[in-house]
């Protein structure tokens, strides 16, 4: 594919993205297509959360036991339903889901692929109007008859797609099929997502770093020495680095993925396997991360080595800037 112009939309994007790959059924573009009308509709929504009632909590906990927020349920159903009856996808596993949905109508039931979603990361600061956003990956389909936990069971290696849409100052969709990571900033006065970040690459050093240091008095020996190191004086190294932590995991993640920077959510004494979902969240970001040049770890392997045997399974997790991820680990 020959360098796109600044501006291209995001659908003609992914038509000549296609033609790299002479094999494609254009399955996965209408996939993708999907996910973009979806959360365009998601973003009207969210812009106009404070004018109607959509803000605040609808009295329900979701399978982690978390409160529900109005617009979490709201992006979940728009994602559900255009997947469904766009007929590329099979079956789908959400974080706001107890179970996988399978998709039986007749559109859908055959198709290749699945998608696992945070229909919206960082909701419990809808109400105060900070960066929110919907998170997802693509796998294959496994099963040849009925589709069942097991085929959302893979690891991150297998993913043919992963991205995110950051709802912000401006609505960003940022993804990949393993052959860079691209942004796209949507253009309210025409309705479309159009190229503006082509082939992101994360800056191997980096000045800052997120943590929860909220959390600090549980972190564990290598979490306390590297947050030590961060804070240091050493003006050959650029340190002290500056602490950039916003609580939306999506936000946050953007941030550290352009200007370079580590994410940091280690176990603590009261979520001892992790906090953060594996196959929603973490997974998802760490394939953008190597793809944009960075790594991630869960203090022990690669995220995309882990091989998951939960529907909501939690993990630690350090992801960013390549040098940063080995600093942190070297301790």
């Given at each position: 594919?020959?360098?796109?112009?600044?501006?291209?939309?995001?659908?003609?994007?992914?038509?000549?993205?296609?033609?790299?790959?002479?094999?494609?059924?254009?399955?996965?573009?209408?996939?993708?297509?999907?996910?973009?009308?979806?959360?365009?509709?998601?973003n009207?929504?969210v812009?106009?959360?404070?004018?109607?009632?959509?803000?605040?909590?609808?009295?329900?906990e979701?399978?982690?036991?978390e409160?529900?927020f109005?617009?979490?349920?709201f992006a979940n159903?728009?994602?559900?339903?255009?997947?469904?009856?766009?007929?590329?996808?099979?079956?789908?596993?959400?974080?706001?889901?107890?179970?996988?949905?399978?998709?039986?109508?007749?559109?859908?039931?055959?198709?290749?692929?699945?998608?696992l979603?945070?229909?919206?990361?960082?909701?419990?600061?809808?109400?105060?109007?900070?960066?929110i956003?919907t998170?997802?990956?693509v796998?294959?389909?496994?099963?040849?008859?009925?589709?069942?936990?097991k085929?959302?069971?893979?690891?991150?290696?297998?993913?043919?797609?992963?991205?995110?849409?950051?709802?912000?100052?401006?609505t960003?969709?940022?993804?990949?099929?393993?052959?860079?990571?691209?942004?796209?900033?949507?253009?309210?006065?025409i309705?479309?997502?159009?190229?503006?970040?082509?082939?992101?690459k994360?800056?191997?050093?980096?000045?800052?770093?997120?943590?929860?240091?909220?959390?600090?008095?549980?972190?564990?020996?290598?979490?306390?020495?590297?947050?030590?190191?961060?804070?240091?004086?050493?003006?050959?190294?650029?340190?002290?680095?500056?602490?950039?932590?916003?609580?939306?995991?999506?936000?946050?993640?953007?941030?550290?993925?352009?200007?370079?920077?580590?994410?940091?959510?280690?176990?603590?004494?009261?979520?001892?396997?992790?906090?953060?979902?594996?196959l929603?969240?973490c997974?998802?970001?760490?394939?953008?991360?190597?793809?944009?040049?960075?790594?991630?770890?869960?203090?022990?392997?690669?995220i995309?080595?882990?091989?998951?045997n939960?529907?909501?399974?939690?993990?630690?997790?350090?992801?960013?800037?390549?040098?940063?991820?080995?600093?942190?680990?070297?301790?």
């Open positions: 594919m020959k360098r796109p112009s600044v501006g291209m939309i995001l659908d003609e994007f992914i038509i000549q993205e296609e033609k790299g790959y002479p094999n494609a059924s254009g399955d996965l573009s209408k996939l993708l297509r999907d996910i973009g009308l979806a959360s365009k509709i998601i009207r929504e812009n106009k959360a404070g004018l109607v009632d959509i803000l605040g909590k609808i009295g329900k979701n399978i982690q036991g409160e529900v109005k617009l979490d349920e159903d728009t994602l559900i339903s255009f997947l469904k009856n766009g007929g590329q996808c099979a079956g789908v596993a959400s974080e706001e889901e107890d179970d996988i949905k399978v998709f039986e109508n007749e559109e859908a039931k055959d198709a290749h692929y699945l998608v979603f945070d229909p919206l990361d960082g909701s419990s600061n809808i109400d105060t109007n900070a960066s956003g998170i997802f990956s796998v294959r389909r496994l099963s040849s008859d009925k589709v069942t936990q085929d959302f069971f893979q690891k991150g290696r297998n993913l043919v797609a992963a991205g995110y849409v950051l709802y912000g100052s401006s960003m969709l940022v993804y990949s099929t393993g052959n860079g990571v691209n942004g796209f900033t949507l253009d309210p006065s309705g479309e997502f159009c190229l503006s970040h082509y082939q992101i994360t800056p191997e050093n980096a000045k800052q770093f997120s943590v929860n240091y909220g959390n600090h008095r549980t972190f564990d020996n290598r979490l306390i020495q590297f947050v030590d190191w961060c804070t240091e004086d050493d003006k050959e190294t650029s340190r002290p680095l500056t602490m950039r932590y916003i609580g939306s995991m999506v936000a946050d993640f953007h941030r550290n993925l352009l200007k370079g920077g580590i994410f940091i959510y280690p176990a603590t004494a009261k979520s001892p396997k992790g906090k953060l979902r594996l929603y969240e997974i998802p970001l760490a394939y953008l991360q190597e793809h944009a040049g960075g790594s991630s770890t869960d203090m022990h392997v690669n995309l080595d882990i091989e998951p939960e529907l909501h399974q939690r993990t630690p997790i350090a992801l960013g800037s390549k040098n940063l991820v080995e600093k942190f680990l070297s301790f």
